[in-house]
Protein backbone atom coordinates (compact mmCIF):
# COMPACT_ATOMS: atom_id res chain seq x y z
CA UNK A 1 0.00 0.00 0.00
CA UNK A 2 1.21 3.55 -1.07
CA UNK A 3 -0.18 6.50 0.88
CA UNK A 4 0.63 9.97 -0.26
CA UNK A 5 0.99 13.26 1.98
CA UNK A 6 0.97 15.65 -0.78
CA UNK A 7 2.22 19.53 1.23
CA UNK A 8 -0.04 21.98 -0.37
CA UNK A 9 0.88 25.25 1.72
CA UNK A 10 3.60 26.15 3.98
CA UNK A 11 4.04 29.35 6.60
CA UNK A 12 6.74 30.11 9.44
CA UNK A 13 3.96 28.42 11.73
CA UNK A 14 3.38 25.16 10.00
CA UNK A 15 3.42 23.18 6.58
CA UNK A 16 -0.26 22.05 5.58
CA UNK A 17 -0.88 18.74 2.83
CA UNK A 18 -3.59 16.05 2.18
CA UNK A 19 -3.21 12.29 2.66
CA UNK A 20 -4.16 10.14 -0.80
CA UNK A 21 -4.75 6.93 -1.43
CA UNK A 22 -5.30 5.79 -5.00
CA UNK A 23 -5.81 9.15 -5.99
CA UNK A 24 -8.40 10.09 -3.49
CA UNK A 25 -7.81 12.27 -0.89
CA UNK A 26 -9.07 11.60 2.73
CA UNK A 27 -7.33 13.58 5.60
CA UNK A 28 -5.84 16.52 6.04
CA UNK A 29 -2.10 17.05 7.84
CA UNK A 30 -0.32 20.01 9.49
CA UNK A 31 3.64 19.45 10.01
CA UNK A 32 6.01 21.83 11.55
CA UNK A 33 7.39 24.14 8.96
CA UNK A 34 10.49 23.38 7.32
CA UNK A 35 13.69 23.85 9.22
CA UNK A 36 16.08 21.83 7.81
CA UNK A 37 15.32 18.38 9.09
CA UNK A 38 16.13 19.47 12.94
CA UNK A 39 14.79 16.85 15.06
CA UNK A 40 11.37 17.99 17.03
CA UNK A 41 11.42 21.45 15.32
CA UNK A 42 11.33 20.81 11.78
CA UNK A 43 8.77 18.54 8.73
CA UNK A 44 10.79 15.77 7.49
CA UNK A 45 12.29 16.25 3.91
CA UNK A 46 10.48 15.53 0.16
CA UNK A 47 11.04 11.72 -0.20
CA UNK A 48 9.70 7.91 0.06
CA UNK A 49 9.51 6.30 3.50
CA UNK A 50 8.11 3.10 4.78
CA UNK A 51 5.96 3.56 7.80
CA UNK A 52 5.84 0.72 10.37
CA UNK A 53 2.56 0.02 12.68
CA UNK A 54 3.43 0.43 16.92
CA UNK A 55 1.33 1.20 19.74
CA UNK A 56 2.74 4.43 21.15
CA UNK A 57 2.88 4.77 24.96
CA UNK A 58 1.50 8.37 24.26
CA UNK A 59 -0.70 7.90 21.51
CA UNK A 60 -1.59 4.28 20.99
CA UNK A 61 -1.88 2.69 18.26
CA UNK A 62 0.14 4.53 15.48
CA UNK A 63 2.25 4.56 12.20
CA UNK A 64 5.53 5.37 12.89
CA UNK A 65 7.91 7.05 9.83
CA UNK A 66 11.16 5.57 9.50
CA UNK A 67 14.14 5.78 7.22
CA UNK A 68 13.84 9.83 7.74
CA UNK A 69 18.02 10.77 7.50
CA UNK A 70 19.32 11.69 11.72
CA UNK A 71 15.50 11.27 13.08
CA UNK A 72 13.32 8.98 14.44
CA UNK A 73 10.03 8.51 16.64
CA UNK A 74 8.17 10.46 13.95
CA UNK A 75 4.51 9.16 14.24
CA UNK A 76 0.98 9.83 12.56
CA UNK A 77 -1.65 11.20 15.76
CA UNK A 78 -4.03 13.30 16.30
CA UNK A 79 -3.62 17.32 16.95
CA UNK A 80 -4.29 20.90 16.08
CA UNK A 81 -1.75 23.42 15.84
CA UNK A 82 2.29 22.99 15.15
CA UNK A 83 2.39 22.73 19.31
CA UNK A 84 1.00 19.23 19.28
CA UNK A 85 3.70 18.16 17.10
CA UNK A 86 7.25 17.93 17.34
CA UNK A 87 8.16 16.78 14.16
CA UNK A 88 5.57 14.27 14.08
CA UNK A 89 2.49 14.65 11.06
CA UNK A 90 -1.00 15.66 12.80
CA UNK A 91 -3.96 13.72 10.92
CA UNK A 92 -7.67 15.46 10.59
CA UNK A 93 -10.38 16.27 8.75
CA UNK A 94 -10.21 19.68 8.05
CA UNK A 95 -8.28 22.95 7.99
CA UNK A 96 -8.96 26.02 10.22
CA UNK A 97 -7.85 28.51 12.44
CA UNK A 98 -7.44 28.34 16.48
CA UNK A 99 -6.53 31.58 17.93
CA UNK A 100 -6.11 33.48 14.69
CA UNK A 101 -3.87 30.68 13.15
CA UNK A 102 -3.56 27.83 10.62
CA UNK A 103 -4.63 24.18 12.44
CA UNK A 104 -6.59 21.22 11.42
CA UNK A 105 -9.57 20.42 12.78
CA UNK A 106 -11.72 17.49 13.82
CA UNK A 107 -8.47 15.71 14.29
CA UNK A 108 -9.93 12.80 16.08
CA UNK A 109 -12.17 11.94 13.70
CA UNK A 110 -9.46 12.37 10.36
CA UNK A 111 -7.03 10.46 12.64
CA UNK A 112 -9.62 7.15 12.96
CA UNK A 113 -10.33 7.92 9.44
CA UNK A 114 -6.54 7.22 8.43
CA UNK A 115 -6.69 4.06 10.82
CA UNK A 116 -9.59 2.97 8.90
CA UNK A 117 -7.60 2.99 5.99
CA UNK A 118 -4.74 1.26 7.04
CA UNK A 119 -6.42 -1.20 9.19
CA UNK A 120 -4.89 -4.92 8.80
CA UNK A 121 -1.34 -3.43 7.40
CA UNK A 122 2.12 -3.87 9.35
CA UNK A 123 3.84 -1.46 6.93
CA UNK A 124 3.12 0.82 3.71
CA UNK A 125 4.98 3.18 1.76
CA UNK A 126 4.66 6.91 2.52
CA UNK A 127 5.40 9.19 -0.69
CA UNK A 128 5.77 12.83 0.48
CA UNK A 129 5.64 15.49 -2.03
CA UNK A 130 5.72 19.45 -2.70
CA UNK A 131 3.28 21.34 -4.95
Known amino acids: MTITLKRISANQDATFGVLIKENTPF????????????????CIPVGIYQCKRLVSPHFGRTYEVTGVYSREHILFHAGNTEKDTQGCIIVAEEFGQINGKGAVLDSKKGFNEFLSIVQGVSEFELTITEV
Open 27 to 42: AVTLERPWLDNTPNLS
